[in-house]
Protein backbone atom coordinates (compact mmCIF):
# COMPACT_ATOMS: atom_id res chain seq x y z
CA UNK A 1 0.00 0.00 0.00
CA UNK A 2 1.02 3.87 -0.18
CA UNK A 3 2.92 5.84 2.35
CA UNK A 4 1.36 8.96 3.01
CA UNK A 5 1.96 11.60 5.65
CA UNK A 6 0.40 14.63 6.70
CA UNK A 7 2.03 17.22 8.57
CA UNK A 8 0.42 18.51 11.48
CA UNK A 9 -1.43 16.05 12.55
CA UNK A 10 -3.09 18.22 14.85
CA UNK A 11 -3.76 22.20 15.18
CA UNK A 12 -5.54 24.72 17.25
CA UNK A 13 -5.84 27.65 15.40
CA UNK A 14 -7.74 30.95 16.36
CA UNK A 15 -10.58 32.14 14.44
CA UNK A 16 -9.86 34.44 11.37
CA UNK A 17 -6.35 32.67 10.71
CA UNK A 18 -5.15 29.95 8.00
CA UNK A 19 -3.81 26.56 8.08
CA UNK A 20 -1.87 25.00 5.31
CA UNK A 21 -1.73 20.50 5.72
CA UNK A 22 1.11 18.87 3.73
CA UNK A 23 0.40 16.10 2.28
CA UNK A 24 3.43 13.84 1.22
CA UNK A 25 2.97 10.52 -1.08
CA UNK A 26 5.96 8.05 -1.52
CA UNK A 27 5.77 7.49 -5.12
CA UNK A 28 4.09 9.84 -8.06
CA UNK A 29 0.22 9.88 -8.03
CA UNK A 30 -1.90 11.68 -11.02
CA UNK A 31 -4.80 12.59 -8.57
CA UNK A 32 -5.08 13.37 -5.14
CA UNK A 33 -7.95 14.23 -3.17
CA UNK A 34 -8.63 16.54 0.26
CA UNK A 35 -11.52 15.22 1.87
CA UNK A 36 -13.12 16.38 5.11
CA UNK A 37 -14.61 14.42 8.37
CA UNK A 38 -16.79 16.01 10.87
CA UNK A 39 -17.05 14.12 14.35
CA UNK A 40 -19.30 11.25 14.00
CA UNK A 41 -19.63 11.85 9.95
CA UNK A 42 -18.99 10.30 7.08
CA UNK A 43 -16.36 11.69 4.54
CA UNK A 44 -16.73 14.21 2.06
CA UNK A 45 -14.81 14.89 -0.44
CA UNK A 46 -13.89 18.74 -0.54
CA UNK A 47 -11.70 18.73 -3.86
CA UNK A 48 -9.58 16.62 -6.26
CA UNK A 49 -5.75 18.07 -6.56
CA UNK A 50 -4.60 17.16 -10.28
CA UNK A 51 -0.73 18.25 -10.97
CA UNK A 52 -0.48 20.94 -13.48
CA UNK A 53 -3.94 21.70 -13.59
CA UNK A 54 -6.40 23.81 -11.20
CA UNK A 55 -7.99 21.62 -8.33
CA UNK A 56 -11.55 20.81 -8.78
CA UNK A 57 -14.14 21.25 -5.91
CA UNK A 58 -17.04 19.56 -5.13
CA UNK A 59 -20.33 21.63 -4.36
CA UNK A 60 -20.33 23.33 -1.35
CA UNK A 61 -16.58 24.02 -1.25
CA UNK A 62 -14.63 26.87 -2.76
CA UNK A 63 -11.10 28.11 -3.90
CA UNK A 64 -10.69 31.06 -2.12
CA UNK A 65 -12.01 29.22 1.00
CA UNK A 66 -9.45 25.84 0.77
CA UNK A 67 -7.37 27.00 -1.86
CA UNK A 68 -5.13 23.58 -2.97
CA UNK A 69 -1.90 23.52 -4.56
CA UNK A 70 -0.56 20.57 -5.96
CA UNK A 71 3.10 21.47 -7.08
CA UNK A 72 4.78 17.47 -8.57
CA UNK A 73 3.28 13.75 -9.01
CA UNK A 74 3.83 12.97 -4.85
CA UNK A 75 2.90 16.58 -2.72
CA UNK A 76 0.07 18.63 -2.12
CA UNK A 77 -1.47 21.06 0.15
CA UNK A 78 -4.79 22.22 0.98
CA UNK A 79 -5.20 25.52 3.33
CA UNK A 80 -8.13 26.34 5.18
CA UNK A 81 -8.47 29.82 4.87
CA UNK A 82 -10.05 32.42 7.58
CA UNK A 83 -11.05 29.81 9.87
CA UNK A 84 -14.26 29.73 12.06
CA UNK A 85 -15.41 27.04 14.85
CA UNK A 86 -17.43 25.30 11.97
CA UNK A 87 -14.42 24.60 9.81
CA UNK A 88 -13.26 22.35 12.95
CA UNK A 89 -12.69 18.79 11.52
CA UNK A 90 -10.88 15.77 11.04
CA UNK A 91 -9.02 16.79 7.08
CA UNK A 92 -7.67 13.50 5.28
CA UNK A 93 -5.63 13.38 1.72
CA UNK A 94 -6.04 10.33 -0.10
CA UNK A 95 -4.63 8.75 -3.38
CA UNK A 96 -6.30 6.48 -5.86
CA UNK A 97 -8.40 4.63 -7.24
CA UNK A 98 -5.66 4.16 -9.84
CA UNK A 99 -2.66 4.19 -7.91
CA UNK A 100 -0.47 1.45 -9.24
CA UNK A 101 -3.37 -0.12 -11.08
CA UNK A 102 -5.53 -0.81 -8.59
CA UNK A 103 -9.13 0.50 -7.49
CA UNK A 104 -8.11 1.15 -3.83
CA UNK A 105 -7.59 4.00 -2.26
CA UNK A 106 -5.07 4.74 0.31
CA UNK A 107 -5.88 7.63 3.31
CA UNK A 108 -3.39 9.66 5.03
CA UNK A 109 -3.70 9.92 8.82
CA UNK A 110 -5.28 12.98 8.81
CA UNK A 111 -5.02 16.58 10.36
CA UNK A 112 -7.30 16.91 13.48
CA UNK A 113 -8.08 20.98 13.35
CA UNK A 114 -9.84 22.78 16.05
CA UNK A 115 -10.67 25.97 15.73
CA UNK A 116 -11.42 28.81 18.93
CA UNK B 1 -23.93 12.09 -9.30
CA UNK B 2 -24.07 8.83 -7.30
CA UNK B 3 -25.30 8.48 -4.20
CA UNK B 4 -24.74 5.47 -1.54
CA UNK B 5 -27.05 4.65 1.28
CA UNK B 6 -25.99 2.73 4.02
CA UNK B 7 -27.58 0.85 7.44
CA UNK B 8 -28.10 0.33 9.97
CA UNK B 9 -25.94 3.77 11.56
CA UNK B 10 -25.20 1.70 14.47
CA UNK B 11 -25.62 -1.89 15.18
CA UNK B 12 -24.44 -4.03 18.47
CA UNK B 13 -23.92 -8.03 18.55
CA UNK B 14 -22.67 -10.00 21.20
CA UNK B 15 -19.04 -11.41 20.58
CA UNK B 16 -19.32 -14.57 18.44
CA UNK B 17 -22.34 -13.87 16.63
CA UNK B 18 -22.50 -12.62 13.17
CA UNK B 19 -23.02 -9.00 11.67
CA UNK B 20 -24.53 -7.40 8.38
CA UNK B 21 -24.28 -4.10 7.02
CA UNK B 22 -26.00 -3.30 3.96
CA UNK B 23 -25.68 -0.69 1.04
CA UNK B 24 -27.53 0.56 -1.96
CA UNK B 25 -25.83 2.91 -4.93
CA UNK B 26 -28.00 4.73 -7.35
CA UNK B 27 -25.27 4.90 -10.78
CA UNK B 28 -25.24 1.82 -12.43
CA UNK B 29 -21.82 2.92 -13.91
CA UNK B 30 -20.33 2.02 -10.17
CA UNK B 31 -18.28 -0.97 -10.71
CA UNK B 32 -15.94 -1.37 -7.30
CA UNK B 33 -17.39 -1.58 -3.98
CA UNK B 34 -14.75 -1.16 -1.16
CA UNK B 35 -15.51 -1.46 2.83
CA UNK B 36 -12.96 0.51 4.52
CA UNK B 37 -13.10 0.32 9.10
CA UNK B 38 -11.90 2.96 11.22
CA UNK B 39 -11.23 2.71 14.44
CA UNK B 40 -11.55 5.69 16.80
CA UNK B 41 -8.83 8.29 16.03
CA UNK B 42 -7.56 5.97 12.94
CA UNK B 43 -7.68 6.70 9.62
CA UNK B 44 -10.15 4.70 7.17
CA UNK B 45 -8.49 1.16 6.36
CA UNK B 46 -9.66 -1.15 3.33
CA UNK B 47 -10.62 -4.44 4.83
CA UNK B 48 -12.33 -6.18 1.87
CA UNK B 49 -13.31 -4.88 -1.89
CA UNK B 50 -15.53 -6.35 -4.72
CA UNK B 51 -15.42 -5.66 -8.21
CA UNK B 52 -18.22 -5.48 -10.45
CA UNK B 53 -17.95 -8.60 -12.07
CA UNK B 54 -18.46 -10.65 -8.81
CA UNK B 55 -20.85 -11.70 -6.85
CA UNK B 56 -19.46 -12.30 -3.33
CA UNK B 57 -15.64 -12.30 -2.05
CA UNK B 58 -14.51 -13.57 1.07
CA UNK B 59 -11.07 -13.42 3.40
CA UNK B 60 -11.69 -15.25 6.25
CA UNK B 61 -14.19 -13.92 8.60
CA UNK B 62 -15.01 -11.06 6.41
CA UNK B 63 -17.43 -11.28 3.15
CA UNK B 64 -18.36 -8.95 0.92
CA UNK B 65 -22.18 -9.41 -1.38
CA UNK B 66 -22.71 -7.83 -4.59
CA UNK B 67 -26.12 -7.93 -6.03
CA UNK B 68 -25.63 -5.59 -9.13
CA UNK B 69 -29.33 -5.99 -10.38
CA UNK B 70 -30.93 -4.51 -7.34
CA UNK B 71 -27.50 -2.13 -6.64
CA UNK B 72 -27.00 -3.24 -3.30
CA UNK B 73 -24.01 -4.80 -1.25
CA UNK B 74 -23.28 -6.22 1.81
CA UNK B 75 -20.68 -6.56 4.36
CA UNK B 76 -20.82 -9.50 6.55
CA UNK B 77 -18.80 -10.10 9.68
CA UNK B 78 -18.47 -13.55 11.57
CA UNK B 79 -17.65 -15.13 14.34
CA UNK B 80 -17.20 -11.16 15.71
CA UNK B 81 -14.49 -10.36 18.28
CA UNK B 82 -14.06 -7.44 20.21
CA UNK B 83 -11.21 -5.73 17.84
CA UNK B 84 -14.02 -5.74 15.47
CA UNK B 85 -15.67 -2.57 16.64
CA UNK B 86 -15.75 0.17 14.86
CA UNK B 87 -17.07 2.33 12.17
CA UNK B 88 -17.38 0.97 8.69
CA UNK B 89 -17.63 2.80 5.51
CA UNK B 90 -19.27 1.20 2.27
CA UNK B 91 -17.91 3.09 -0.66
CA UNK B 92 -18.90 2.97 -4.75
CA UNK B 93 -16.48 3.57 -7.39
CA UNK B 94 -16.34 4.24 -10.73
CA UNK B 95 -13.82 3.64 -12.73
CA UNK B 96 -10.75 5.80 -11.73
CA UNK B 97 -12.74 8.40 -10.32
CA UNK B 98 -13.97 9.84 -6.36
CA UNK B 99 -15.38 7.69 -4.29
CA UNK B 100 -18.82 8.10 -2.70
CA UNK B 101 -18.96 7.01 0.95
CA UNK B 102 -22.13 5.99 2.87
CA UNK B 103 -22.69 7.09 6.15
CA UNK B 104 -20.80 4.39 8.18
CA UNK B 105 -22.36 2.11 10.80
CA UNK B 106 -20.56 2.13 14.30
CA UNK B 107 -20.39 -1.52 15.07
CA UNK B 108 -19.90 -2.38 18.58
CA UNK B 109 -18.93 -6.42 19.71
CA UNK B 110 -19.95 -6.54 22.98
CA UNK B 111 -17.91 -9.28 25.16
Known amino acids: SAVISQKPSRDICQRGTSLTIQCQVDSQVTMMFWYRQQPGQSLTLIATANQGSEATYESGFVIDKFPISRPNLTFSTLTVSNMSPEDSSIYLC?????????????FGPGTRLTVL | GENVEQHPSTLSVQEGDSAVIKCTYSDSASNYFPWYKQELGKRPQLIID?????GEKKDQRIAVTLNKTAKHFSLHITETQPEDSAVYFCAAVQGYQKVTFGIGTKLQVIP
Open chain 2, 50 to 54: IRSNV
Open chain 1, 94 to 106: SVGPGLRGTDTQY
